[in-house]
């Protein structure tokens, strides 16, 4: 439900009909950022309009498209490698209106894809907005 352009649309209230809900199962949102950055952090809301944690938050930047070379993971909470992608040593967290800070410490690409695998809530995976911030790579 909701348009994956929902993702990056500024709007970070929750409100129904600002989230974006994806099926059960480890799923991913990919932004483009149309050139290469150097990143400090991404800001992350799921859904925030009641306590819950997410399952399996990873967050990767990559130079291509694919995710074949050059990625990076800048975050992941995936203590049992279910998502497949590695085991994570980051920690689970209870989301709130206030997002999850992300610090990226200036890695360079030009993709990210975040992932998730339901929630304490439900299986269900929902994006109310990311922010990414940094600079152009000139």
């Known amino acids: 439900m909701g348009e994956v352009?929902?993702?990056?649309?500024?709007?970070?209230?929750?409100?129904?009909?600002?989230?974006?809900?994806?099926g059960p199962g480890t799923q991913w949102v990919q932004i483009d950022l149309e050139q290469k950055y150097k990143i400090y952090g991404v800001l992350m809301w799921h859904y925030h309009a009641r306590a819950r944690v997410y399952h399996d938050v990873i967050v990767q930047v990559a130079d291509n498209e694919d995710f074949v070379t050059g990625v990076k993971t800048v975050f992941n909470n995936d203590q049992d490698n279910s998502a497949g992608i590695g085991v994570g040593e980051d920690y689970e967290y209870i989301e709130d209106n206030e997002g999850k800070w992300i610090a990226a410490d200036g890695v360079e690409g030009q993709y990210l894809r975040?992932?998730?695998?339901?929630?304490?809530?439900?299986?269900?995976?929902?994006?109310?907005?990311?922010?990414?911030?940094?600079?152009p790579v000139e």
């Open 5 to 22: 352009a929902m993702v990056t649309d500024g709007d970070k209230s929750g409100r129904s009909g600002t989230v974006v809900t994806l």
């Open 114 to 135: 975040l992932y998730s695998s339901g929630s304490t809530a439900n299986q269900l995976n929902h994006y109310v907005e990311v922010a990414v911030y940094g600079i």
